[in-house]
């Protein structure tokens, strides 16, 4: 089984290949990195983080630090999801 997703595009200057990391229960963390990187280098992480590029005030940086917080308590319980669904499927 391949690593990797291929998805094509067309665009004016033909088709391109995107090669997305596949998600499985023993990668949470290494496909977060390369999928932000990736979103990033596409221009569309905004897309899924619209205050990434905002500045954010005082007050604002007190409840982005509480929402980190709570983001990986639920990255956390969707690894161990993964984790518990791909156990299923072996």
Do not use: F, Y
């Amino acid at each position: 089984m391949s690593s990797t997703l291929a998805t094509t595009s067309s665009n004016t200057e033909g088709t391109r290949v995107l090669k997305c990391p596949l998600l499985t229960a023993h990668n949470w963390t290494l496909w977060k990195h390369r999928m932000t990187n990736h979103l990033r280098a596409q221009q569309l992480w905004d897309v899924v983080n619209p205050t990434a590029s905002t500045e954010k005030s005082a007050s604002t940086q007190k409840s982005a630090l509480d929402s980190t917080r709570e983001t990986r308590a639920a990255e956390k319980a969707a690894a161990a999801a993964v984790a518990a669904s791909s156990d299923d499927l072996i």
